[in-house]
């Protein structure tokens, strides 16, 4: 008996090339985490792949993982334990579990208007073209200027194009400069062994202190971008899919009930995931599956060498391939071009959301109040 792929689930050159869509913000994330707190590399790639493929499994769709960001910023930042990490992981699903189970998740995104959600979308856009453009590109000197004008250039001639999607050739060049000039592969082959994630069990002290740690300024930004900015991600480019903010917050606590117990990073959806896996051919679960299965293949056998194997993606190609994501996430406001009222209050969360320390919390409490206040009283009417 012949076995056939569902048709949401598909394994081919564009699929190949959007599963690379994301990598530029999730790598540098995990590498510094992982290199930063200690944390073991095996349980941290294994457990984030098969989140991916069991996203892509249960949506079909280009739907992939990322790690929480505010955690990640300041795990780095303050250097904390990897216990922390996993009470906080811990905490903010069962936190989203309640959240969905009650609709209370889905009353708060029905309430954000949709000039809002575009103000999130744009400034993360803003956030993450900063970063490849200030940290990444620059990172290797002339080297890295030259490899990210070539990404760049690759990326415009191809972009679009079905029958040799771009981010195959942007990675290859990363490859070829990696295999010349970077990787030791005496050490890379010499460090090949199987391993496994960790078993662990969180403390209530671990669950306690990661909650306010690093669980509270996560819970805006995993509100904000995870579920409101993801689902109006989705309904923009697959509109016959009829996504629930429920499925996101399902999906969402159950990775996280999942990770710590396994010593894996605390994970979440992204809009700027979902626009950069599609960007760049993405169109099933396959691109999300193939992902995965990278991250899989990193942490069950080269854990022990993974710094050597990572040097694979060099910054510069991971910084052009996250513009490009950051473009596509930022293009999504052209639908409320017309209206000046609705790109003032868009353009206002973006800048607080980019600008400001936790800005995506006090950008959605500032955009829903202009909303309201340019309803209620018609301020702006010289607009």
Request: hydrophobic share 50%; with cysteine; net charge positive.
């Amino acid at each position: 008996m012949k076995f056939k792929l569902p048709q949401n689930i598909r394994f081919n050159r564009n699929e190949f090339s959007g599963s690379f869509g994301d990598i530029g913000t999730d790598l540098p994330l995990l590498i510094g985490v992982v290199l930063t707190c200690k944390l073991d590399p095996a349980s941290i790639f294994i457990m984030f792949g098969v989140m991916q493929i069991m996203t892509g499994f249960l949506y079909g769709i280009p739907m992939p993982v990322q790690p929480l960001k505010a955690m990640a910023a300041l795990m780095i930042a303050q250097q904390l334990s990897g216990n922390i990490l996993f009470g906080a992981g811990l905490a903010i699903g069962v936190l989203m579990l309640i959240l969905t189970f009650t609709n209370v998740l889905d009353w708060i995104v029905r309430k954000i208007p949709h000039s809002v959600v575009r103000g999130i979308q744009f400034g993360l856009g803003l956030s993450l073209a900063s970063l490849a453009l200030k940290d990444f590109v620059p990172s290797l000197g002339l080297n890295g200027y030259i490899l990210a004008a070539i990404g760049f250039v690759l990326i415009i001639l191809f972009i679009g194009n079905r029958k040799f999607p771009p981010a195959i050739f942007v990675v290859l060049v990363g490859v070829l400069y990696a295999s010349f000039f970077t990787v030791d592969f005496t050490s890379l082959f010499g460090s090949f062994d199987i391993t496994f994630p960790t078993f662990y069990v969180p403390s209530h002290n671990d669950i306690i202190n990661g909650f306010l740690i690093l669980g509270i300024p996560q819970i805006a930004l995993s509100i904000s971008n995870s579920v409101i900015a993801t689902n109006r991600t989705v309904s923009d480019l697959f509109p016959e899919k009829k996504l629930t903010v429920k499925k996101i917050g399902y999906t969402y606590s159950l990775m996280n009930l999942i990770n710590p117990f396994f010593s894996g990073f605390p994970t979440c959806h992204g809009a700027g995931g979902i626009a950069g896996h599609y960007n760049f051919g993405g169109r099933t679960g396959g691109s999300v599956i193939i992902y995965g299965s990278l991250f899989l293949v990193i942490g069950l056998f080269f854990s022990a060498g993974f710094g050597e194997f990572v040097k694979f993606f060099p910054k510069p190609i991971l910084g052009i391939i996250l513009l490009f994501e950051a473009l596509a996430l930022m293009f999504f406001i052209k639908d409320i071009t017309p209206s000046r009222k609705c790109l003032f209050v868009s353009f206002t969360v973006a800048l607080i959301a980019f600008m400001i320390p936790y800005g995506y919390a006090i950008g959605l409490i500032v955009g829903i109040l202009l909303d309201y206040l340019i309803k209620k009283d018609g301020i702006l009417n010289h607009f």
